[in-house]
């Protein structure tokens, strides 16, 4: 089995998502202000994000991101996660 490499387009784009999901989140905490719940559904999005863009700063992490399985994984929770703040 190879070592995979992450490029940095591949790493940039990672970024950008957690910064999506982190922007998102913010919004959504601002503009549904009042609403039941809206802290937990804002942090539901908010972690992630965070929790994504520092994985990108550990280069320890990117052999593991740099696997297309979790590219693709990461994609999809992330597609399903913009999807349900949009719609939320």
Not at 7 to 32: E, P, V
Not at 68 to 74: G, H, K, T
């Amino acid at each position: 089995m190879t070592k995979a490499t992450l490029s940095k387009y591949a790493l940039n784009n990672y970024r950008m998502a957690s910064y999506l999901l982190l922007a998102i989140g913010l919004i959504n905490l601002r503009y549904q202000t009042g609403k039941e719940g809206v802290l937990t559904n804002s942090l539901t999005i908010v972690i992630p994000g965070i929790a994504m863009l520092l994985t990108t700063f550990a280069k320890g992490a990117y052999s593991l991101l740099a696997r297309r399985e979790v590219m693709a994984l990461l994609a999809v929770l992330g597609a399903a996660l913009v999807t349900w703040a949009i719609t939320n």
